[in-house]
Nanobody, 120 residues
Framework: QVQLVESGGGLVQTGGSLSLSCAAS????????MGWYRQSPGRQRELVAR???????NYADSVKGRFTISRDNAKNTVSLQMNSLKPEDTAVYYC??????????????WGQGTQVTVSL
């Protein structure tokens, strides 16, 4: 089991930027997919971005061109750079480890989440 700890959330104005980081307790080199998901009140958890061990990436349509996911296998971290933030990006953001690229299923390991709030 991989322990995941997110950091970097907070309050930002519309159009601002935040950078989220996820630190894993073990090596992530062998893990296929690392991802970021988010959940806002009354909504299901949704995929924001994911990256596989070969650095293939994909993004939710709602964040394309604004968010960038990166992975540092040497440091066992995954980051999410969020630019041009909108109020609808407000949610709790979760890091996920060990997903499957082909099936798009998330892995079984989740972080505790970090709150991102975008004000008008």
């Amino acid at each position: 089991q991989v322990q995941l700890v997110e950091s970097g959330g907070g309050l930002v104005q519309t159009g601002g930027s935040l950078s989220l980081s996820c630190a894993a307790s073990t090596s992530i080199v062998a893990l296929d997919v690392m991802g970021w998901y988010r959940q806002s009140p009354g909504r299901q958890r949704e995929l924001v971005a994911r990256i596989d061990r070969n650095s293939r990436r994909n993004y939710a349509d709602s964040v394309k061109g604004r968010f960038t996911i990166s992975r540092d296998n040497a440091k066992n971290t995954v980051s999410l750079q969020m630019n041009s933030l909108k109020p609808e990006d407000t949610a709790v953001y979760y890091c996920n480890a060990g997903g499957n690229w082909l099936t798009n299923w998330p892995g079984k390991d989740w972080g505790q989440g970090t709150q991102v709030t975008v004000s008008l």
